[in-house]
């Protein structure tokens, strides 16, 4: 048996799998558990048998990379058949994550016993999918329906302590000795003659909601805008209202044709392709993967306001000790207080302990000027964003920080060569670019300088992934990779307003297509004193600012705000706007269609992106896909932008742009990279 063992220890028959990186149920493994379940089903040495993963997980689901391709036999079902309905109590014997498939599988035994590290889940929600190997039966009828719908539409993974007490699992094995526990714990099973558990026989925890609508609807209600553009939640509460009211085999059908309608869907293919991109921004290849990384026990950070304290909170909740850097002592207990202050708000919601919060902050260091940084083995500078001020901060850490340390400058635009050029060291200098708010937001830029050397990049691909970041890698340019294309976003909502457009029909359609908000309703919201431009040229939101109007803050923006925030189209914001264009001597060309909001704002990116790839700023067009979707909440069951632009087609794509540049010049000239694949059948997806 190529992806496992068979031995049999004490009448207890033991089937291990051993299925590199994390046990997926790809056809090899499928093939070795329904062989191994066959010739235990048939050996009459052994009287109950343990299922078991070597390596670092059980079973961590079905293998991704099989889905929308024909599904070779055996499929999960056939194992299912021999081992749920056969005359031997299998027992799941689980460490690490048990998810999806895996915990599918984990149900289909008659017990399951994991060590309290475990973890158990179905989050197939994730990939645009449901649990189709009857999770979506068998979980309510241990947990009861309002629990699963939680559960399996929510996607989280269940600790093994708690999955205890919802019945999740049947016991607790010891850490480290979850073999022995679980050959224990089968031994008793036979001893006591108890009966083979099938959780598909249970009824006691689905039949009283039979009938119970109002379950499902307020579940609709409640979750709606979490929920709004996925096709994968609807199914599921399809298919968990089907387990309490069918019985078993036709809730399996159900299921079946439910999972069937999501595999073909295009939102699934997006979340796939997502799912591989995300683990793939890791990957450099021109870096050696035997580069050493740089030991970072100790981080430093420059300024404790908004930014700064975010980046800090990252370091000090992986257990990093960090020189927290302020200028005055007013500002550091400002800081370190907003830092407290977020933790205490996270316990009151239960999320951590006070104990852990007390933790986090005796990992501070507070320090009034930079000469604390001597010992650090990693800084982030995140002051004021203006190259003069980085220039001087940067001379100064050259003077005292230890050789070996990385000197990192989380700018969101500017020139990591001309920062590094300041000091000695330019090889230890790096750009690494939060996004606000640091401590939540998962995307990290890490911006190679021309010397930056591959031991330093290597170390912040790294521990980008300890403090729970997805690093993705940029060269340097103006605004790097998220910024540099959502700006032509920005530019393009900017400049439709002054042709005609209402901000209101530019938000609507951006909404319409996914995002959370449009990029006036994220204007005001986030303040327009705020997302100030930075130009000297009239601009309709400098004038708004000119009227004191900063948003949702203060007296509204682009639009008025009621007492309870909503919002109403301003007619003082449309005076302004015509006032404006008149000024510029812009063309009225009358409210735009949606369809051409979105070609006008969202081509536009496209094009940047394929610009950003074509001069080697990213290395791969899913890196600007994950940039976009964790940096600016682009819609993650579109794929991204590049994703996207492959599943409209870039011929379409092109000629619209060809189209806009006749209009509007230069802005949509379309990128040569862009240009080439679109003439030659290529894609950004393969290549
Ligand atoms: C399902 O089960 C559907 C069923 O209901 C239907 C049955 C009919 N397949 O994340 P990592 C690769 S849907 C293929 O960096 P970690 C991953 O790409 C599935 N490949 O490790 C990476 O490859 P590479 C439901 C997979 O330790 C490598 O393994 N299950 C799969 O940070 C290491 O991954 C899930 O959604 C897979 N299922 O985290 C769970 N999983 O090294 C998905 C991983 O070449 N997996 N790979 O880049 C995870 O959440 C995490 O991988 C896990 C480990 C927590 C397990």
Not at 151 to 178: F, N, Q, S, Y
Not at 445 to 460: C, D
Not at 559 to 588: C, H, L, M, Q, W
Request: hydrophobic share 45%.
């Amino acid at each position: 048996m190529k992806a496992g063992t068979m031995n049999v220890e004490s009448g207890i028959g033991i089937i291990t799998i051993d299925s590199p990186p994390v046990n997926a149920l790809s056809v090899g493994v499928r093939r070795a558990l329904d062989e191994s379940f066959k010739k235990f089903a048939a050996d009459e040495s052994v009287n109950a048998i343990v299922l078991i993963c070597a390596g670092r997980t059980f079973f961590a689901g079905a293998d991704i990379s099989e889905f929308g391709k024909p599904m070779e036999e055996p499929n999960l079902q056939a194992v299912n058949d021999i081992m749920e309905n056969g005359q031997k109590p299998v027992i799941a014997a689980i460490h690490g994550t048990a998810l999806g498939g895996g915990y599918e599988l984990a149900l289909m035994c008659h017990y399951r016993i994991a060590v309290p590290s475990a973890k158990v889940g179905l989050p197939e929600v994730k990939l645009g999918l449901l649990p189709g190997g009857g999770g979506t039966q068998r979980l309510p009828r241990i947990v009861g329906a309002a629990a699963a719908l939680n559960i399996i539409v929510g996607g989280d993974p269940v600790p093994a302590a708690k999955a205890l007490e919802l019945g999740m699992i049947d016991a607790l094995a010891e850490e480290g000795c979850l073999l022995r526990d679980a050959i224990a714990f089968a031994h008793n099973i036979l001893n006591e003659n108890k009966p083979l558990a099938r959780v598909r026989d249970r009824q006691d925890k689905v039949d009283p909601d039979k009938g119970n609508a109002e379950l499902f609807a307020d579940f609709r209600r409640k979750n709606a805008r979490a929920m709004r553009g996925f096709k994968a939640p609807e199914n599921i509460i399809k298919a968990i209202e089907a387990a309490v009211e069918l019985p078993f085999d036709k809730g399996i059908t159900r299921e079946a044709e439910l999972f069937h309608e999501l595999v073909y869907s295009p939102e699934s293919a997006a979340q796939r392709h997502y799912f591989f991109a995300e683990r793939e921004t890791a990957k450099v290849p021109d870096l050696p993967r035997t580069t050493p990384p740089i030991d970072v026990k100790t981080a430093g950070v420059i300024g404790a306001g908004t930014m700064g304290g975010g980046i800090a909170m990252n370091f000090l909740n992986a257990g990093i000790p960090v020189t927290l850097v302020e200028m005055s002592q007013e500002a550091l207990d400002r800081g370190i207080g907003v830092i407290r202050k977020n933790y205490e708000n996270t316990a009151k919601k239960g999320r951590m302990t006070a104990e852990q919060v007390e933790q986090r902050m005796t990992l501070i260091r507070p320090a009034l000027g930079i000469d604390a940084l001597g010992d650090a083995d990693l800084v982030i500078e995140a002051v004021f964003e203006e190259m003069a001020i980085k220039k001087d901060v940067f001379g100064k850490l050259d003077a005292i920080c230890k050789s070996g340390a990385i000197l990192a400058s989380n700018t969101s635009f500017l020139d990591i060569d001309e920062i590094a050029g300041v000091t000695a060291r330019p090889e230890s200098v790096l750009g690494l670019h939060f996004f606000s708010p640091a401590n939540v937001m998962r995307l990290l830029e890490v911006v190679r300088g021309a010397k930056t050397s591959p031991e330093v990049i290597a170390t912040a691909m790294k521990f980008a992934k300890t403090i729970g970041k997805v690093p993705v890698l940029a060269r340097v340019c103006h605004g790097f990779i998220a910024n540099r294309v959502m700006g032509c976003y920005m530019d393009q909502a900017d400049a439709i307003i002054l042709e005609g457009t209402s901000p209101a029909a530019v938000d609507k359609a951006i909404y319409d297509y996914g995002f959370a908000m449009g990029p006036f309703q994220m204007t005001d919201l986030v303040g327009l004193d705020v997302l100030g431009r930075g130009s000297n040229a009239r601009t309709v939101r400098g004038d708004l600012v000119s009227h004191d109007r900063l948003g949702q803050k203060k007296n509204g923006g682009f639009y008025d705000y009621d007492e309870n925030r909503k919002p109403t189209p301003s007619t003082i914001a449309a005076t302004i706007i015509a006032d404006v264009a008149r000024f510029k001597g812009i063309e009225n060309r009358g409210e735009q269609t949606s369809e051409e909001i979105i070609a006008r704002l969202l081509y536009a990116v496209i094009n940047e992106g394929a610009k950003v790839l074509g001069e080697g700023i990213a290395i791969r067009a899913s890196d600007i896909d994950v940039a976009c979707i964790l940096g600016y909440n682009w819609p993650v069951y579109t794929g991204g932008p590049m994703f996207w632009a492959d599943s409209v087609g870039l011929p379409r794509i092109l000629a619209k742009l060809k189209d806009l540049e006749a209009v509007y010049g230069q802005a949509f000239r379309p990128a040569r990279l862009l240009e080439e694949k679109a003439n030659t059948g290529g894609s950004f997806a393969r290549g």
